[in-house]
């Protein structure tokens, strides 16, 4: 089953509402947009990237899209001791030499996008990162961020625990 990360004990977090989201989805759009970066493919951090990935892939009319499979958080601000790409793994083969988008949710310690951005660069892919959220602790910097905060974030599709079958 799939874990949910109780935050209602922390005083201080960062609240996006699914009406914020899309507000978020856009404006990170239109930043990449006038970067004059043009993705050939965006590339999904699952699970936490899958949203906002998707909402960017028809923001920018970009059709094709992929996503790779990392674990790392377990809880609220406890993780696994480094990242771990799980299967299905991406298809690297069809990636090479490409301009890719990698997109999270949030860009925290940074480790897993590191891990994300140092493997598809080695197939000679042009990569470059969005999140919609960066944290100053963050490893690396992504090219792409929509609000900088460092409070633990809730996010829409995460701000309640996983449907139950009914009694």
């Known amino acids: 089953?799939?874990?949910h990360a109780d935050?209602?004990?922390?005083?201080?977090?960062?609240v996006l509402t699914w009406d914020g989201f899309g507000v978020a989805s856009r404006e990170l759009?239109?930043?990449?947009?006038d970067s004059g970066f043009e993705p050939e493919i965006i590339i999904a951090v699952a699970r936490g990237g899958l949203l906002p990935a998707g909402?960017?892939?028809?923001?920018?009319?970009?059709k094709l899209s992929d996503a790779i499979n990392v674990e790392f958080y377990t809880d609220v601000a406890e993780t696994l001791p480094d990242p771990v790409?799980?299967?299905?793994?991406?298809?690297?083969?069809?990636i090479s030499n490409r301009r890719?988008?990698?997109?999270?949710?949030?860009?925290d310690s940074g480790r897993t996008l590191h891990l994300v951005l140092d493997l598809l660069r080695k197939y000679g892919a042009e990569v470059r990162s969005a999140v919609l959220y960066g944290k100053?602790?963050?490893?690396?910097?992504?090219?792409?961020?929509w609000k900088h905060t460092d409070d633990?974030?809730?996010?829409?599709?995460?701000?309640?625990?996983?449907v139950t079958k009914s009694k």
């Open 1 to 3: 089953m799939a874990y």
């Open 7 to 14: 935050s209602s004990d922390l005083d201080v977090k960062e």
């Open 29 to 33: 759009a239109q930043t990449i947009v």
């Open 55 to 62: 909402a960017l892939s028809y923001t920018m009319g970009v």
């Open 85 to 94: 790409l799980l299967e299905p793994l991406l298809d690297v083969e069809s």
């Open 100 to 107: 890719l988008l990698v997109v999270d949710d949030v860009a």
């Open 136 to 145: 100053s602790r963050s490893e690396i910097s992504p090219d792409y961020v």
């Open 152 to 162: 633990w974030i809730v996010f829409p599709w995460s701000a309640e625990p996983p």
